[in-house]
């Protein structure tokens, strides 16, 4: 791929059918396609020249289905601002994003209760303790097999895969962390000692999704931190070394070690085991 357009190579091996590309060609070519009318126009011919069959049966399809798109009335533009919005989410995802910020709520108020009650035991952050797991929750919405109905057809489009992940991760912490940072501002809890753990836990559950599932990896990182952490830290009401400005570092590098997985499986994604 150049900077502008597909090669030669790229596009008459596309119209072969894509078995000599790898795998990102493919991805990449496809997506650039969707806004290249040049390239297009030099795929239309390739097919015309390596595969003869193929541009027949376009013409015999497209012969039936061009004089239905000229009565086909044009897509309200509402619900041309929802097919962008799905982009970033899907519709199953906006009751997660809302209980997110809701057990967000609660910690937050149960914090500051427990602060101007002065009972002792404000030691332990709740907004702190549940920051970890709370975008994972939403992540896992995001990329569920069994919530997203049109999860074979996500799965397929020319951007599936890990450009299509990511967004919808961004748009789960384009909410959840603004709640944080509230939260956080409130009870007086660094930005640092929620965000790097916040961070660090979303790429560990998109880097162990690649392997056995977002859904499956989501589930299983909230259950490991709920019985290592959570449980041992309202216990003994005393915050737990891993929510400590000491262990800040540990961290940033499983953020970084998170971020280097998903880079290194990036084509994981676009099979939909990653669904599960």
């Known amino acids: 791929m150049s900077v502008e357009h597909a090669s030669m190579r790229i596009i008459e091996g596309y119209a072969r059918g894509g078995t000599d590309l790898a795998a990102d060609e493919v991805w990449a070519v496809e997506s650039h396609l ?60 906006v009751p997660w994003l809302a209980m997110v910020v809701g057990v967000t709520l609660l910690a937050l108020l149960l914090d500051l209760a427990d602060t101007g009650s002065g009972s002792g035991s404000g030691e332990v952050s709740l907004v702190l303790l549940f920051a970890p797991v709370l975008p994972v929750l939403g992540v ?74 977002v859904t499956r990896a989501a589930v299983a990182l909230a259950a490991v931190w709920a019985a290592v952490v959570v449980a041992p830290t309202l216990a003994t009401s005393r915050t737990t070394f891993a929510l400590q400005r000491d262990g800040l570092p540990a961290w940033g590098l499983i953020l970084a070690l998170g971020i280097g997985v998903v880079i290194a499986r990036r084509d994981a994604y676009s099979v939909l085991g990653a669904h599960r």
């Open 34 to 93: 969707e806004t290249c009318r040049v390239c297009r126009d030099r795929l239309s011919a390739a097919v015309g020249a390596e595969a003869p069959a193929v541009a027949s049966m376009v013409d015999t399809v497209w012969s039936g289905l061009e004089p239905r798109l000229a009565v086909t009335a044009t897509m309200p533009r509402g619900r041309r601002r929802s097919a962008r919005l799905s982009r970033w989410m899907t519709p199953t995802m």
């Open 140 to 213: 896992a919405a995001s990329w569920s097999r069994g919530l997203d109905p049109a999860y074979e057809l996500t799965a397929s489009v020319p951007r599936a895969g890990l450009y299509l992940v990511l967004r919808r991760t961004a748009s789960v912490l384009g909410v959840v962390v603004p709640a944080l940072l509230v939260g956080g501002w409130l009870t007086g809890v660094m930005v640092a000692q929620w965000l790097l753990p916040c961070l660090a836990f979303t790429a560990t559950t998109l880097a162990l999704g690649g392997v056995v599932g």
